[in-house]
């Protein structure tokens, strides 16, 4: 695609922005120096700042030209990007690799805010749209829950908006593509506790106990079905058994065992029938070992929807920036999660995966060598610049 000279302008200094930021990360709440480095550029733009939804979230607004002139601006979009970073030490070897161990940018949040910084230094130079525009700059997307803390402190209250629109970098799909989905994009992550309580004994004389080991080796093989013969193998579900726990001596038949781990689904209806049958095959198989069963169904992040109408919209962006063939609209959903998921569910909009090639070393997100391409920061900033002026036209 043909980048602006606008665009190509700024990218020296957005790139310098974007690795500062990745030499800086800190974990989910914990963003102040983050939120202070967004706070401040937005403010040298000439944008009104907000700061403290969700702890350290920051918003910006934008009124366009019309706006300012008493027009016909009523309408207002929100643009958002993760700040937070992942509790990893960073492997790779360069002048702007993390500053601290146990804490790096693996998942890519720092280019996220650097290219929505530039989309706001852009428009504000311009200001050649009709409406209100937010740039959104959340929390706590790992795991934090940040974008409901958001919304729980006001966001949408404080700043109503007609649409919110999110995006991810994409490494595995080529520079220059673009995926939009109609419908699931991002699954739901619900955690699970269970605990079987038993009878136990001397292992030498298991006859008069019962067994919560074995009770919960029946339990996750049983809860195979879940995926093998009670849901459409054409609708997407996980089931992840992924830590045992019991027992204190080679000689002992423990009281109790304990398991944990993960369900991911891509449809609500789906979420809540695995959530029901994984609850009922743990209790009567745990009572068929002559045990009992405690199970708690944790619910994380929702999934991920887009609205359909926005996700044509969007399409048709990406379409006229980076041509009909280099967007991708019916690639699967993701089992991964994102809590923009809870934006979605009280504002449409569409969150879309921007290709970032296969990256310096090959690695994926969340990989301990894993390092933004920068190369695709002006095609993000072009992605925002004319969704906004697509959404937001002058009249």
């Known amino acids: 695609?043909?980048?602006?000279?606008?665009?190509?302008?700024?990218?020296?200094?957005?790139?310098?922005?974007?690795?500062?930021?990745?030499?800086?990360?800190?974990?989910?709440?914990?963003?102040?120096?983050?939120?202070?480095?967004?706070?401040?550029?937005?403010?040298?733009?000439?944008i009104e700042v907000h700061r403290g939804l969700g702890g350290t979230g920051v918003v910006g607004i934008l009124k366009g030209l019309d706006a300012h002139l008493g027009g016909g601006g009523n309408k207002a979009i929100g643009l958002r990007a993760d700040m937070d970073a992942l509790p990893m030490t960073e492997e790779n070897d360069f002048p702007y690799k993390s500053k601290f161990d146990g804490r790096m940018h693996a998942c890519g949040h720092d280019g996220h805010t650097a290219m929505l910084l530039g989309a706001a230094k852009l428009l504000a130079s311009q200001n050649n749209f009709d409406g209100t525009v937010y740039f959104i700059f959340q929390p706590a997307e790992e795991g934090g829950g940040g974008g409901l803390a958001m919304i729980d402190d006001g966001l949408f209250k404080q700043f109503p908006m007609d649409s919110v629109w999110g995006m991810h970098n994409w490494p595995?799909?080529?520079e220059g593509t673009v995926a939009v989905h109609k419908g699931s994009v991002m699954a739901a992550a619900d955690r699970f506790e269970v605990t079987v309580n038993g009878n136990g004994g001397h292992a030498a004389m298991p006859q008069v106990t019962n067994d919560p080991v074995l009770a919960v080796s029946g339990i996750v093989q049983a809860l195979q079905q879940i995926v093998s013969r009670k849901q459409n193998p054409l609708d997407a579900v996980v089931v992840s058994v992924t830590q045992i726990n019991a027992g204190s001596g080679f000689n002992i038949i423990p009281q109790k065992a304990n398991f944990i781990g993960t369900i991911r689904t891509v449809n609500s209806e789906t979420r809540a029938e695995v959530h029901n049958q994984f609850t009922q095959i743990c209790e009567t198989t745990a009572l068929a070992y002559g045990c009992i069963a405690d199970v708690s169904v944790i619910?994380?992040?929702?999934?991920?929807?887009?609205?359909?109408?926005?996700?044509?919209?969007?399409?048709?962006?990406?379409?006229?920036?980076?041509?009909?063939?280099?967007?991708?609209?019916?690639?699967?959903?993701?089992?991964?999660?994102?809590?923009?998921?809870?934006?979605?569910?009280k504002i449409p909009g569409a969150y879309i995966w921007l290709g970032a090639g296969e990256g310096k070393s090959g690695c994926m997100l969340h990989n301990t060598k894993y390092d933004f391409n920068d190369n695709i920061l002006p095609l993000g900033i072009s992605y925002w610049e004319q969704l906004v002026k697509s959404e937001l036209p002058l009249r």
Do not use: C
Not at 4 to 32: C, T
Not at 331 to 341: H, I, Q, T, V, Y
């Open 172 to 174: 595995g799909m080529d």
């Open 299 to 345: 619910k994380g992040y929702p999934v991920t929807v887009n609205d359909i109408e926005s996700s044509d919209r969007a399409i048709e962006v990406a379409s006229s920036l980076f041509g009909k063939n280099a967007v991708k609209t019916n690639l699967a959903p993701s089992m991964g999660a994102e809590d923009f998921a809870y934006m979605l569910e």
């Open 1 to 46: 695609m043909q980048i602006s000279k606008e665009i190509e302008n700024i990218i020296p200094e957005v790139r310098n922005w974007r690795q500062n930021l990745h030499a800086h990360p800190e974990l989910g709440y914990e963003e102040k120096w983050t939120s202070d480095f967004v706070a401040e550029k937005l403010k040298s733009f000439g």
